[in-house]
């Protein structure tokens, strides 16, 4: 293929994947249509994600105001938001609750566009950012733990960061090499402390959102310029107008998603369901407390990485990210029914191990 065919076959790919020419008030907002079908509540979750990652920036402004990010001034400053700020706890409370919200809105949206096949030709860009914004959210929950500064968060980072260099033991020659330099570069220095605290505040208040925001800007102007996909084999039946009918539905949904954080952060301290709340301070002298475990979005791996070889498991989730990331192209015949089927497999599973996977863990496990 010549230099001049190269170019044009590159140009006509990015020219079906971003169509320049729809970007305009006619064909996103006056002639956009939205499915109607059974899985038509799919096409909500999205929109639901992108309302909880707004509440988290708003109330992470707010926080920040009065949050010191220093090993000797960090559990004091948030202990002071929660029990001495005006309307701190609620602040404090609706900003975890909105977090483990939208990290549960991006698996499930996930796994919806996965059930109706929204990554085919030509939207490939728009699954692929839809991953990367999968893995940021991740990274926003694990970066955010730490932040508290109390014995639990310090700890379950030192076992985060140490799976990292255990990684090396796998790995062939100077590859080795590279997990151990991984966790020291995020760590900073020789264990857990200050500089980790300042590098994990830089990402999940700097560094993530950034990332976040690029990411999100391609992934909502692919939405945008291609639509809502039709979601089922057979052509739905009726469509409706996205605006004003389908955006006021989905303010609708944004309208409880508040209420529901609300009176969650009003009501439901969100670590009262936790066996170790943020009363004791990082004590550097102090044991690792028995039954540490990290935060429920992590568990679907966490217990299998109990009960199954270390290596399995990172292997399994090498495995699991180069699919993910390939599903356009691996994916690209399958029907319907057989990646609904799928979806729903995965949504078993990751629920079963988040509601039971303590006890599964027991049962093997003794």
């Known amino acids: 293929m010549s230099v001049k065919e190269t170019i044009k076959s590159v140009e006509a790919y990015v020219g079906e994947r971003f169509p320049v020419e729809k970007m305009n008030y006619a064909s996103m907002v006056q002639k956009k249509e939205v499915p109607v079908h059974g899985l038509s509540w799919g096409y909500y979750i999205g929109g639901l994600a992108l309302f909880l990652f707004i509440v988290q920036i708003l109330t992470g402004l707010m926080l920040l105001f009065y949050y010191q990010p220093t090993v000797s001034d960090a559990h004091a400053s948030v202990e002071y938001i929660t029990e001495h700020v005006p309307g701190g706890a609620l602040v404090r409370n609706i900003h975890s609750w909105a977090s483990s919200m939208m990290i549960a809105s991006v698996m499930i949206h996930l796994l919806t566009t996965f059930a109706m096949k929204a990554f085919a030709r030509p939207r490939e860009i728009t699954w692929i950012t839809g991953v990367a914004l999968l893995g940021v959210t991740f990274m926003f929950g694990f970066t955010g733990y730490l932040l508290p500064w109390h014995q639990i968060a310090v700890n379950a980072t030192k076992i985060g960061l140490q799976t990292i260099e255990e990684l090396g033991q796998y790995l062939?020659?100077?590859?080795?090499?590279?997990?151990?330099?991984?966790?020291?570069?995020i760590q900073g220095e020789?264990?857990?402390?200050?500089?980790t605290?300042?590098?994990?505040?830089?990402?999940?208040?700097?560094?993530l959102p950034l990332a976040i925001a690029a990411t999100l800007g391609i992934h909502l102007i692919s939405v945008q310029l291609h639509g809502m996909c039709q979601g089922v084999d057979e052509p739905p039946k009726r469509k409706e107008k996205f605006f004003p009918t389908f955006f006021l539905k989905?303010?609708?949904?944004?309208?409880?998603?508040?209420?529901?954080?609300?009176?969650?952060?009003?009501?439901?301290?969100?670590?009262?369901?936790?066996?170790?709340p943020l009363f004791s301070p990082f004590d550097p002298k102090g044991s690792t407390p028995e039954g540490i475990k990290p935060e429920w979005y992590f568990f679907w791996v966490y217990y299998p990485l109990e009960l199954l070889p270390f290596w399995v498991i990172m292997?399994?989730?090498?495995?699991?990210?180069?699919?993910l990331v390939a599903t356009p192209w691996i994916f690209q015949n399958t029907n319907r029914p057989a990646m609904r089927l799928l979806a729903v497999a995965a949504g078993i599973y990751l629920l079963v191990m988040t509601l039971f996977g303590e006890n599964i863990y027991h049962l093997f496990k003794g």
């Open 172 to 185: 062939p020659g100077e590859l080795a090499t590279w997990p151990r330099a991984i966790k020291e570069t």
């Open 190 to 195: 020789a264990s857990v402390g200050q500089a």
């Open 197 to 207: 605290l300042s590098r994990f505040f830089a990402l999940h208040v700097i560094i």
């Open 250 to 276: 989905d303010l609708k949904v944004w309208g409880v998603a508040f209420l529901v954080l609300f009176i969650l952060g009003l009501c439901v301290p969100f670590e009262s369901f936790f066996a170790y």
């Open 315 to 323: 292997l399994g989730q090498a495995a699991l990210g180069a699919v």
